[in-house]
């Protein structure tokens, strides 16, 4: 006879499987990536504004955002990445590329 203890040793020893998370697989299309974007923009964290750039970009393609930009792929890469600190010239160059404005209202 099972008991319930015994299930719920079960349930405890199973394995459960994750698959890690890409927000770029998410952003399909134009509307996706404003959305994101503008909700990033609005939690107003430099690290976060620089990670989410960086996850659209892959979202574009890394190396097409690269040439537009005029700047290394891996230089790209490093400097959207979480622990990047990209300058805001750079951040410029790469929402210039994916066809952003920035906007600023009051």
Known sequence: MITRKSKTKAIRNQKVKTIPWDSAAFL???RDIS???EAVFEDGDPALIAHALGIVA???G????ARATGLGRESLYKAL???GNPE????LKVMQALGLKLKVAA
């Not at 890394?62 to 955002?65: P, Q, S």
């Not at 805001?88 to 951040?91: E, P, Q, S």
């Open 58 to 60: 892959r979202a574009k």
């Open 35 to 37: 959305d994101y974007l």
């Open 62 to 65: 890394m190396t097409k955002i």
């Open 28 to 30: 399909k299309t134009e």
């Open 88 to 91: 805001l010239a750079t951040v």
């Open 81 to 83: 990445s979480p622990g």
